[in-house]
């Protein structure tokens, strides 16, 4: 089977992570192995990596290589093989993240991920990118009304709205780069309608009938 790699992306509470486990069922149901991931983390160092970026203050460029370095790890140990073996890989988050949080959030150099992007994702001549990549649209305010008292937040969920627009705009700026990748969903209605969009994205591919 040709493998599919499909990762999901979005500001923080935007409520992509709700949507990853139904769409791995949809495609078990479908006969397809799948691995469901995450990142920072995937690996046990990379999990180790992600409790140090999203708790311990650092500036941009640290954030940035420890996101790139869990990701290599990551990339090496589960994502490469997984695809090898014809796997769906369903990530929640990848690099459009690193652009949108390190780029956006926090203004670090662009030019300097897109280097580190090269350097990190290549695997023999061949830049590992996904295939797609479902990014949840919701306006930061109303992102931050869902977070609140949802659960105790991190470095990252800890940051103002401001914050935020600025990750929005990094992950604007990365679809314009990549328009055939991107698939824009719009998080701002009732979960079921919010599901419906996914398994269309997916339908449009062919990835799923
Ligand atoms: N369509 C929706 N309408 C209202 N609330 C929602 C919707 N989808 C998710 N939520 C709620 O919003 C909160 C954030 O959802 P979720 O954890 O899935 O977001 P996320 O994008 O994965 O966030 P993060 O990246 O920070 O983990 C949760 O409390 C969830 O129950
Ligand atoms: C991959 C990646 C992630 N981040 C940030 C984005 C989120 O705030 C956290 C991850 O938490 P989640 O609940 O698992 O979504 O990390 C980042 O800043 N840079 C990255 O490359």
Redesign the pocket.
Known sequence: MTSVFISFEGI?GAG??SHIESLADRFRAAGRAVTVT????GTPLAEKL?AM??NDPMDALT??LL??A??RDHLVQVIAPALARGDVVLC????D??F???GG??EFDWNVLSQLEQMVQRLDIELVQPDMTLLFVLDPRVAAERLAGARVP????SQPVEFFRRVAAGYDRRAHQHPQRFSRIDADQPRLEVWNEVVRAVQARKWLT
Not at 38 to 41: F, H, K, L, M
Not at 92 to 95: G, Q, V
């Open positions: 923080d992509k992570s995450r990142e920072p983390g992600r970026a999203l954030e940035a996101m790139f869990a990701r929640d988050r990848f690099t993240a690193t949108a949080y390190q959030g926090r991190d470095k990252f969920e």
